[in-house]
């Protein structure tokens, strides 16, 4: 009954075309950094709207829009958005539960059917979603919305995608826009709300007013080469070169009663608020390693994570495997995520962690010319494979000891599922899960030639 009734509306509402192969395989030649955010070079095929390129369609009609956690909820969210009549299609929608907390996320495509791109359609789709989440159907705890326009690449046989708006609200927070909100624009008093210029160079009210607290900084990959010639300049160069030795952390002192709670690959819609609610009921703080590309596409989320009291630390600009880039570009990828987390958060990061913990020497002495210690692990859960909770549970805590470094992802929903177990059986142990610089202040860090450090990374330490 509830697959009939959700096949009606979604096919009514939300139907959209396949994708013309031509316009895809047209994509394929930009590269990752340039990827959709640089697209506007491409001319458009008629003046004052966005080329071709952005206009791919990346729905399939009915099949996709629900994601299949929390059926029922995610059908009643789908009733209600088709009663918002957005302008914008519906990609995804996706409900989970955690501590009696009811969370969604709803994935839009920029643009409306004829081929605009305009900042009012998008702010009155926003709205209304926000609505639709916390007035009606089910009568969610938080909303992550986003809109993306298609990327440069194919993921498999589907059509790669960025996020160019978006926002991370709770029902509380929402709330208390709406109450300050006297002239209406609930968005305004929604802190982290992101404004891609690749939506805003091809908007049609371009020049629409914003709140002054979004974030619309084009993002670093546009000046990649900029920022490669300053990582080749004498000044840098020369830091690099004068590294001798870094700091790093496998583990902290055997004979504490802490272990760190350390995830990997974040900020992620719904997977983050999930993590970091199960978080708060449970007492802890966890250290965050952040993608510098999820954090400019996803400020609201970064924000809500130093709001929880978590640490943030670095994962690198575009989460590329760093023993494959030389010195430069690795200085790059590390100056990339710092000065994006400093901009949206403020906080400054002690730990740089290797995407897969693989790194060249001359790589850790990029990192170490940043003033950045190498962080690692020593209980890996895997989790990144998807495997069952109770997998990853026994991973995490089979063998643990003080001081260990445990090392997750928020990538999947499986993992959230782990986590509270995973504290509890720590806790269990006679332990307690805190940050990784909580560890480290009761010992654990090392000095060493980043020749050897790198050797024992890339010849003994597992795959992240």
Known sequence: MIRSIICSFIAVAFAVTTIPAARAQALS??????????????????PGLPPEALLVPLGNGMAGVIKGVTVAEEARLVDALAREQLTQSVLRVASARVNGMNMALVKLQAGDPSGEFAVADLQNDATA????????????????????VPGAAMVGELQEHHPVFSLSVSREDYEAAVADSEDGDVLARIPGVRYSPVFLRHAVDADASLPATAFTDPPLA????????????????????????????????????????????????????????????????????????????????????????????????????????????????????DRVVQRVTGQKMRWFRPPGGRCSPDGLRALASLGYAAAFWSQNTGDWRKPSPDAIVRAATTG??????????????????????????????GLEPTTLSALARHGGTVRDDPVYVSSLVNGQLGEE
């Not at 979603?129 to 993306?148: E, M, N, Q, T």
């Not at 009663?257 to 802890?284: F, S």
Request: with cysteine; net charge negative; hydrophobic share 45%.
């Open 222 to 337: 546009e000046n990649w080469e900029a920022l490669l010639a300053e990582a080749r300049g004498q000044s840098v160069q020369s830091r690099i070169a004068a590294q001798r030795e870094i700091e790093a952390i496998f583990e902290g002192h055997r004979d504490q009663r802490y272990v760190a709670l350390t995830i990997d690959d974040g900020p992620h819609p719904l997977v983050t608020p999930l993590m970091l609610e199960i978080l708060e009921q449970k007492g802890v703080q966890a250290t965050f390693f952040v993608v510098g590309q999820k954090v400019e596409q996803f400020p609201g989320l970064a924000l809500a994570t130093v709001e929880g009291g978590h640490e943030l630390a670095n994962h690198a600009y575009s989460n590329r495997r760093m023993s494959e880039l030389p010195a430069e570009e690795v200085w790059s990828e590390i100056a990339a995520c």
């Open 129 to 148: 979603a926000l609505r639709a989440a916390f007035s009606r159907g089910p009568g969610f705890d938080h909303l992550d919305l986003w809109s993306v």
């Open 29 to 46: 030649h930009l590269g990752a950094h340039v990827a959709v955010e640089s697209i506007s070079h491409l001319n458009a095929h008629r």
């Open 400 to 429: 643990l000891q003080g001081g260990d470094v445990i090392l997750m992802h928020q990538g999947d929903i499986c993992s959230v599922h782990a986590l509270p177990e995973i504290i509890d059986r720590i806790r269990a142990l």
